[in-house]
C-alpha cells in the first residue's frame, strides 16, 4: 500500500518548519510528515465567509472556523466542544449562547465580544455600513461567563446557528479603530453594538466586510488568518490551473476532534484527476460519467473507495403551469404518465445506485425528515402512481391524443439526456408528444420560456428563506406555480417551530401542498463521485452543497 503522493512543499512551509521550536505544540493527534491533497474547485476570496459566502469560501470556513454545530442529514448536531445552546425563556423567546473554552490561533480567547459581532451580523447590523433603521434589542453579554443571552421577536426554527463566532472581534477592533490591544478592541466592538453607536457601527461593518478579504495576488495576511477551527490556512498558491489552499493544523484547537494530518492542500484537479487517484492526490471528486464507471470499478477493486454522497441537489421533472399544462389535472396526468424509474435508470446508466431516487423536493433521501415527508405528503396517491391506463388518464383530462410537450432540459449533460430519451417513449405510448427542446443553457432557456416541461437539478431548500425563495408567494422560481396562500402560512409556522418532529411533520405538510398542485416530480437525487486512495482513511463525505467535504477534515488520517 502506498502512500499518495502530494504537492511539493512551499517555501513558506519549510521556514514554518524552521521556527517549529517556537510554535505552541500541536495536537497531540497530528502525525508528523503526513499530508494529503483533495481536488478542489472553489477558490478563496474572504476570510469571513459570512460576508462572502462563496462554496469557496465556506469550505475554508468549516475548517478554520469553529461553531456550536452543523447541519448533518437535515438538521442540526451540536459541538459541546465549541460551547452550548439552550433555550432560556419562551416568551420573550431567549437563547443563551455560551462558549466552552475556545481560542483564536494567535491566542486570544473567544469570548462574548466575538458572539456580540456574530449577533450584529446576523440581524443585519453589518450591512450597508451600519445603515440599518431600526436597531434591534441587543444581547445581555456576560462576559466572565463568555456567553451572551439574546432575545428574539419571535421564536425560530434555526435558533441553535442563529449566533455563531464567526470573524475575530479583536481582529475587527483592530481594524476599525486602529487599537493594537486584543482586550480593548473587544471592548470597543461590544459597547457599539450594545450602545447602537451608529458611526462606530459604520466602521466596524466596514472592517467585518472588507477587512479580511484576500487581494487577487493571494497574499496573505498572517494577523487576519487566525483560526477558531481545526486547521489555519498556512498559504494560498496560485498557477494556470487555478487556485491552492493549504491548510496545517491549528496548534491552539482543543475542540473534538483534533487534526490528525500535518498538511492538507486543496488543489485544482485538472483535466483528469481521476487518472491520479493515489499519486497526486489522495481525494478526488468529479461528476460521475459513463466513461470513467469502468476505470472508476477497477480502482475501487484496488482498494480504492468510492463514495457518492448527494450535493444537496434533486432531478425533477417540472411543468410550467400555462399552456398546455394550464390546468391541475392535465398536470397530474402527465407526471402520472412519465416513467420516472425508467428515467432515472436511464439517465444515470451504469451510475444508477449512485442517483438514490426519491419522492420528495424538500427532504433529501437520508435526512431525519425524509421518511416523515416522503410518507405523509400524499405523493404515491396523487401522481406517483401510474394509471391502470395512462391514455384515457390523459383523456380524461382534457387533453388531446397528439398533444405537444416542449420539454427542455441540458443537452451536455448524461443524466439529462437520458431521461428526456425515456420520457418521450413513454409519454409517446399514452398519446403525448413530446419535442425535443433540449439547450446549451438550461438557465437561459427557463428565463425566455417558450418551453411546457423542464428535467433539471433544484437546490433542496434548508432554511425558511430557501423554502419562500423557492415555493412562497411572489417567487420568481419557474417550478413554483400559483401563489399558495396555504403553503405561505405553513412555511411561517414551520419558520418558528423549535420542536424538530413537530418541524418534519409541518415540512410534510408544505410538501403536500406541492404535491396537490401538480408542478413537479421528484426523480433523483445528484451525485457527486468521491474516490479516496489507498492508505487515506477518514474521509466521509456528507450529504449536500454546504462544505461536504472540508466538514469532516479533522478525522482524515494517513496510514503510515
Given at each position: 500500500m502506498?502512500?499518495?503522493?502530494?504537492?511539493?512543499?512551499?517555501?513558506?512551509?519549510?521556514?514554518?518548519?524552521?521556527?517549529?521550536?517556537?510554535?505552541?505544540?500541536?495536537?497531540?493527534?497530528?502525525?508528523?510528515?503526513?499530508?494529503?491533497?483533495?481536488?478542489?474547485s472553489g477558490e478563496l476570496t474572504s476570510l469571513n465567509a459570512l460576508a462572502d459566502p462563496t462554496p469557496g469560501n465556506v469550505d475554508i470556513a468549516a475548517a478554520v472556523r469553529g461553531r456550536f454545530g452543523d447541519r448533518v442529514d437535515g438538521e442540526f448536531v451540536?459541538?459541546?466542544?465549541?460551547?452550548?445552546?439552550?433555550?432560556?425563556?419562551?416568551?420573550?423567546?431567549?437563547v443563551r449562547y455560551d462558549l466552552a473554552e475556545p481560542s483564536w490561533s494567535d491566542g486570544v480567547p473567544l469570548d462574548a465580544a466575538d458572539l456580540?459581532?456574530?449577533?450584529?451580523?446576523?440581524?443585519?447590523?453589518?450591512?450597508?455600513?451600519?445603515?440599518?433603521?431600526?436597531?434591534?434589542?441587543?444581547?445581555?453579554?456576560?462576559?466572565?461567563?463568555?456567553?451572551?443571552?439574546?432575545?428574539?421577536?419571535?421564536?425560530?426554527?434555526?435558533?441553535?446557528?442563529?449566533?455563531?463566532?464567526?470573524?475575530?472581534?479583536?481582529?475587527?477592533?483592530?481594524?476599525?479603530?486602529?487599537?493594537?490591544?486584543?482586550?480593548?478592541?473587544?471592548?470597543?466592538?461590544?459597547?457599539?453594538?450594545?450602545?447602537?453607536?451608529?458611526?462606530?457601527?459604520?466602521?466596524?461593518?466596514?472592517?467585518?466586510?472588507?477587512?479580511?478579504?484576500?487581494?487577487?495576488?493571494?497574499?496573505?495576511?498572517?494577523?487576519?488568518a487566525i483560526s477558531s477551527g481545526p486547521f489555519l490556512v498556512e498559504s494560498i498558491e496560485r498557477t494556470d490551473a487555478g487556485q491552492s489552499v493549504v491548510l496545517t493544523p491549528n496548534p491552539g484547537y482543543r475542540g473534538t476532534p483534533t487534526p490528525q494530518v500535518a498538511r492538507v492542500v486543496l488543489a485544482p484537479g485538472g483535466d483528469d484527476p481521476i487518472a491520479h487517484v493515489g499519486d497526486t492526490f489522495g481525494v478526488v471528486q468529479a461528476a460521475p460519467t459513463a466513461a470513467d464507471y469502468p476505470r472508476v470499478h477497477e480502482l475501487e477493486r484496488r482498494d480504492t473507495q468510492v463514495q457518492t454522497p448527494n450535493d444537496g441537489?434533486?432531478?425533477?421533472?417540472?411543468l410550467r403551469s400555462t399552456?398546455?399544462?394550464?390546468?391541475?389535472?392535465?398536470?397530474?396526468?402527465?407526471?402520472?404518465?412519465?416513467?420516472?424509474?425508467?428515467?432515472?435508470?436511464?439517465?444515470?446508466?451504469?451510475?444508477?445506485?449512485?442517483?438514490?431516487?426519491?419522492?420528495?423536493?424538500?427532504?433529501?433521501?437520508?435526512?431525519?425528515?425524509?421518511?416523515?415527508?416522503?410518507?405523509?405528503?400524499?405523493?404515491?396517491?396523487?401522481?406517483?402512481?401510474?394509471?391502470?391506463?395512462?391514455?384515457?388518464?390523459?383523456?380524461?383530462?382534457?387533453?388531446?391524443?397528439?398533444?405537444?410537450?416542449?420539454v427542455l432540459y441540458d443537452q451536455a449533460s448524461e443524466f439529462a439526456a437520458g431521461a428526456f430519451a425515456a420520457l418521450r417513449e413513454g409519454a409517446a405510448e399514452a398519446g403525448w408528444t413530446v419535442t425535443d427542446c433540449g439547450s446549451g443553457d438550461v438557465a437561459a432557456s427557463l428565463a425566455q420560456g417558450g418551453w411546457d416541461a423542464v428535467i433539471d437539478r433544484t437546490v433542496v431548500p434548508q432554511t425558511p428563506a430557501q423554502l419562500v425563495a423557492q415555493w412562497g408567494t411572489g417567487t420568481t422560481s419557474a417550478i413554483a406555480g400559483a401563489a399558495d396562500p396555504d403553503r405561505d402560512a405553513l412555511i411561517s409556522q414551520y419558520a418558528q417551530t423549535i420542536d424538530v418532529y413537530t418541524a418534519r411533520e409541518l415540512l410534510a405538510q408544505i410538501e403536500a401542498t406541492i404535491v396537490r398542485s401538480a408542478v413537479v416530480r421528484p426523480l433523483a437525487t445528484d451525485p457527486v463521485l468521491t474516490l479516496v486512495a489507498p492508505g487515506v482513511t477518514g474521509v466521509a463525505v456528507r450529504n449536500g452543497s454546504t462544505a461536504a467535504l472540508t466538514s469532516g477534515i479533522a478525522q482524515w488520517a494517513v496510514a503510515r
Open positions: 502506498r502512500t499518495p503522493r502530494l504537492v511539493a512543499a512551499s517555501v513558506a512551509a519549510l521556514l514554518a518548519a524552521s521556527l517549529v521550536a517556537c510554535a505552541p505544540a500541536l495536537p497531540a493527534t497530528v502525525v508528523p510528515g503526513t499530508e494529503v491533497t483533495a481536488t478542489w451540536p459541538d459541546p466542544s465549541f460551547g452550548t445552546v439552550e433555550i432560556l425563556k419562551d416568551d420573550p423567546f431567549t456580540v459581532l456574530g449577533w450584529a451580523s446576523s440581524v443585519g447590523l453589518l450591512a450597508d455600513d451600519g445603515a440599518f433603521v431600526d436597531a434591534p434589542t441587543p444581547p445581555h453579554v456576560d462576559e466572565f461567563a463568555r456567553s451572551i443571552d439574546v432575545t428574539f421577536p419571535a421564536p425560530t426554527i434555526l435558533w441553535q446557528a442563529a449566533v455563531g463566532a464567526q470573524v475575530p472581534a479583536h481582529v475587527v477592533g483592530r481594524i476599525a479603530f486602529g487599537l493594537d490591544d486584543p482586550m480593548e478592541a473587544k471592548q470597543a466592538v461590544i459597547r457599539a453594538v450594545v450602545d447602537d453607536d451608529r458611526p462606530a457601527l459604520s466602521k466596524i461593518a466596514k472592517a467585518w466586510r472588507d477587512g479580511f478579504t484576500i487581494g487577487d495576488a493571494g497574499d496573505l495576511d498572517p494577523a487576519l441537489r434533486v432531478w425533477s421533472l417540472a399552456g398546455v399544462f394550464s390546468s391541475a389535472s392535465a398536470r397530474a396526468a402527465f407526471l402520472r404518465m412519465a416513467p420516472a424509474g425508467d428515467m432515472v435508470d436511464r439517465g444515470a446508466g451504469q451510475w444508477s445506485s449512485a442517483y438514490a431516487k426519491t419522492t420528495s423536493m424538500l427532504a433529501l433521501p437520508g435526512d431525519r425528515s425524509y421518511a416523515v415527508v416522503a410518507e405523509d405528503s400524499g405523493f404515491a396517491a396523487s401522481i406517483g402512481t401510474p394509471a391502470d391506463d395512462a391514455a384515457i388518464d390523459r383523456g380524461a383530462a382534457g387533453v388531446a391524443a397528439g398533444t405537444a410537450v416542449c
